[in-house]
């Protein structure tokens, strides 16, 4: 029996914030949906600001200058939301 192994790939290849969903599309093909709620930053702010984003982390991370928010690819994947405010 032979086992053939999938290439994993944690870093970050898209990432698309809609009304209530955050999707962020890995290289190795997987996708993390989450609810927007999650993430009071991102639900708080506009189109604009959502849709511009940048690697950071190597492409481990997700940073919105705009709102200077940053998100892990390891935090979403273990469902963490983010803290309800921050100072």
């Known amino acids: 029996m032979s086992i053939s192994a999938v290439a994993v790939d944690p870093r970050v290849a ?3 914030v809609t009304e209530k ?12 949906r989450t609810p ?3 993430f ?11 849709s511009k984003w940048e ?4 492409g481990y991370g997700i940073h919105w200058p705009l709102i200077d928010e ?3 690819v390891n935090g979403l994947l273990q469902g963490s ?3 309800a405010s921050r100072h």
Request: net charge positive; hydrophobic share 50%.
């Open 40 to 50: 009071p930053r991102l639900a708080g702010a506009g189109i604009k600001e959502r």
């Open 21 to 32: 969903t955050l999707i962020v599309t890995l290289r190795d093909g997987r996708q993390i």
């Open 14 to 16: 898209d990432v698309k």
């Open 36 to 38: 927007l709620a999650w």
């Open 70 to 72: 940053d998100l892990s």
């Open 55 to 58: 690697l950071a982390a190597a």
């Open 81 to 83: 939301r983010a803290p």
